[in-house]
């Protein structure tokens, strides 16, 4: 199993521009969150599928920040447009729905940069 | 999301000695508390959980205490190793019968093992 895999791991861009971060979550897992993680305020959820459905949206910052999950396979965060304050590093995670509090397999994050 | 308070921000112990981090929560509906470890780079990978039906969990050298009228609970490494350098932290959750929800994560302990 590959796990949860993200891309890029680096994103370094200009303030005004579009940022679009990738998640492949863990095959067979139906529950996909989006964190955000800063010095300041640690780990933030800021959305959660479940079956690709968006639950809850109310970690998300602004109306800047947009999230889809096409399907079971694939999820984007987009950021439009970004400003140098929604640098942090950008984790996805999955877990198997069917039981509560199933376990989250998190990625190795997207270390997002706006300058 | 209700919050989850831990402490200490940063911890150094001497390689043998006992870690200690200790977290507090306010929301009463919370029914799973697990303690996330996070190394330089990586995403958190679940370590040990909890749920409130008992005081302890141990697994290795590690164990969780759990005082539900307190509401806090604590996780507590044994014969600490270098190997333990990394950022803890605790979280919680509960099942809305929606499937899996996200978890709330304390703002982290840096752990440092002097050896």
């Known amino acids: 199993d590959a796990g949860v895999i993200q891309s890029p791991r680096h994103e370094v861009t200009e303030m005004g521009q579009e940022v679009t971060l990738r998640c492949k979550p863990i095959?067979?897992?139906?529950?996909l969150f989006w964190y955000r993680q800063t010095m300041m305020r640690g780990l933030e959820l800021l959305i959660y599928?479940?079956?690709?459905?968006?639950?809850?949206d109310s970690g998300m910052p602004e109306d800047r920040f947009s999230a889809k999950m096409p399907n079971a396979s694939f999820s984007t965060l987009k950021i439009q447009p970004s400003e140098p304050r929604d640098s942090a590093v950008y984790f996805c995670a999955s877990s198997a729905q069917g039981a509560p509090n199933e376990k989250l397999f998190f990625g190795s994050g997207t270390q997002l940069s706006v300058l | 999301q209700q919050q989850v308070k831990q402490s200490p921000q940063s911890l150094i112990v001497q390689k043998g000695g006992i870690s200690i981090i200790n977290c507090a929560y306010e929301?009463?509906?919370?029914?799973?508390f697990p303690w996330y470890q996070q190394f330089p780079g990586k995403g958190p990978a679940l370590l040990i959980a909890i749920r409130p039906d008992v005081s302890e969990k141990k697994e290795g050298r590690f164990t969780i205490s759990f005082n539900k009228s307190a509401k806090q609970f604590s996780l507590h490494i044994m014969d600490s190793q270098p190997g333990d350098s990394a950022t803890y932290f605790c979280a919680a959750s509960y099942y809305s019968g929606g499937g899996a929800d996200g978890l709330t994560f304390g703002k982290g302990t840096h752990l440092i093992i002097q050896p």
């Open positions: 095959s067979g897992h139906n529950s």
């Open positions: 599928f479940n079956n690709n459905v968006p639950i809850d």
């Open positions: 929301n009463t509906a919370f029914d799973y």
